[in-house]
């Protein structure tokens, strides 16, 4: 495949795109200069685009497809759901079905509450919190991403050198944002233990929450040490703050999500993409005291009162139920085993190659970097100008010959995912990092 190229349908339909949606498109985090590649249809692990290029699917909708595209127990699922009700306003046992096996699956969640994205099961979550403890504040980790609610986004454009002392500064993402917003959250330094520590300590008393992801994406997937999780445990614990996971990525890691292969049961934690079955979907789930608040109680209405026209909508609780239902632990172990495979394929090539790299990640989740430095903290992750320019220049390569992963060099697999595929993504890595050096 050319890519850019002019004649495409690819860029003649972005350049009618363009006149009618800002950028093109309504999705900041799919904008590929010079325009976007248009789909035609998908299948497992493979795409076509609308110029009739294929590609093997290393992104899978950003990690939300398990079982790549047009899982048959899906498609069937939902094939029955749409002649019977597509959204409506009464509820429908499939919600209860799903709410059910995520209960049964996961330590933590006694009760689940489902809205429409990872951007709102967040917000719903950090509202829970603070509507739970009657506290102002949240604390999250400086750099990670957790969707759009403004809370969520603060510290996430942060540089390295965004500090006050040891302490991150809050910034915001969007322009506009108020800085009410930018006071009410406290940015905390990833794997940063005695910073850390001062901060909460500092402002425990009117702490909500503290939210954290164990895949952070914007961090390569580098998890937070088992030394600071503990820490953050023991820090909650001590301020009567809740500890809340983000999982809308991490839930992939397992049958019980990164929770359960990290071992810790946070007090609430944020879901969605798998747990939709390819379908648009968020969910809270946690304690049964703290999802109270969704509850009236007493005649009153609740204290957190969530309304949305599509939430829990039949087409979402079909499909997520019948994508998860395929999925066992051995199914998570098979599926983690070929995770496994191509970091230890990708591994061998840079050994090979003899260049300065590293491929990160657990279970079916990976990034590759080009540096060899260690990386723990915020400052040695980042990715400088250098990296980023080889990483855009090598993703485009891959792009060109068939191999389909986001920005940054992240990935993921799924259940479609073959030995055929990873050896393929691995000799294309390989000639594309010899190529662009
Ligand atoms: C950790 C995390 N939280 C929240 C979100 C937001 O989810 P959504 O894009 O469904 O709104 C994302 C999206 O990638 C995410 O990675």
Same mark, same amino acid.
């Given at each position: 495949m050319e890519y850019p190229n002019p004649d495409s349908k690819s860029a003649a339909l972005y350049g009618r795109a363009q006149s009618v949606l800002p950028d093109g498109n309504s999705r900041t985090t799919i904008a590929l200069k010079p325009y976007p590649i248009y789909i035609e249809e998908a299948s497992g692990a493979d795409v076509t685009d609308v110029d009739g290029n294929r590609f093997i699917d290393f992104n899978n909708n950003y990690t939300s497809l398990l079982h790549g595209h047009c899982f048959e127990p899906v498609r069937k699922a939902v094939e029955a759901q749409i002649v019977k009700a597509t959204a409506c306003s009464f509820t429908t046992e499939a919600e209860i079905e799903l709410a059910e096996l995520l209960c049964d699956r &996961?330590?933590?969640?006694?009760q689940v509450r489902f809205c429409n994205s990872g951007s709102e099961a967040v917000m719903n979550m950090l509202k829970a919190a603070r509507a739970f403890t009657g506290r102002p504040k949240i604390a999250k980790i400086e750099g990670l991403y957790h969707g759009s609610y403004d809370f969520a986004e &603060?510290? !996430?454009? %942060?540089?390295?050198? +965004?500090? %006050?002392g040891s302490a991150p500064i809050s910034t915001a @993402?969007? @322009?506009?944002?108020?800085d009410s917003v930018l006071t009410e959250v406290v940015a905390l330094p990833f794997n940063e233990i005695e910073a850390t520590e001062s901060l909460i300590n500092l402002h425990g008393e009117s702490l909500a929450c503290i939210m954290i992801d164990l895949m952070p994406q914007t961090l390569s997937m580098i998890s937070p040490s088992e030394d600071y999780l503990k820490a953050l445990v023991r820090l909650t614990r001590k301020h009567g703050i809740l500890l809340a996971? +983000?999982? &809308?990525?991490?839930?992939? !890691?397992?049958y019980s999500g990164g929770q359960g292969m990290f071992g810790i049961d946070p007090d609430i934690t944020s879901i969605g993409k798998i747990i939709g079955g390819g379908f648009p979907v968020g969910a809270v789930a946690g304690r049964k005291d703290i999802m109270s608040v969704f509850e009236p109680q007493d005649g009153q209405s609740p204290r957190l009162p969530h309304g949305g026209t599509? %939430?829990? %909508?039949p087409i979402t609780m079909t499909a997520g139920k019948a994508a998860l239902q395929a999925m066992d632990e051995d199914k998570f172990d098979r599926l983690n085993a070929a995770g496994h495979q191509l970091r230890q394929q990708v591994t061998e090539i840079i050994a090979e190659l003899d260049i300065a790299a590293q491929v990160t990640g657990k279970g079916s989740l990976f990034s590759v970097r080009f540096h060899d430095r260690p990386m723990r903290h915020f400052a040695d992750i980042v990715i400088d100008e250098a990296e980023n320019l080889f990483m855009d220049k090598l993703r485009r390569y891959l792009i060109g010959n068939g191999i389909w992963l986001g920005g940054n060099m992240a990935g993921c697999l799924s259940t479609a995912t073959t030995q055929t595929h990873i050896d393929k993504f691995c000799q294309v890595l390989k000639e594309g990092i010899v190529s662009q050096k």
């Open positions: &996961v330590e933590s969640f006694e &603060v510290s !996430l454009r %942060n540089k390295p050198g +965004d500090r %006050n @993402y969007s @322009y506009g944002t108020p996971f +983000d999982e &809308v990525i991490s839930f992939r !890691l397992g599509f %939430n829990a %909508n």
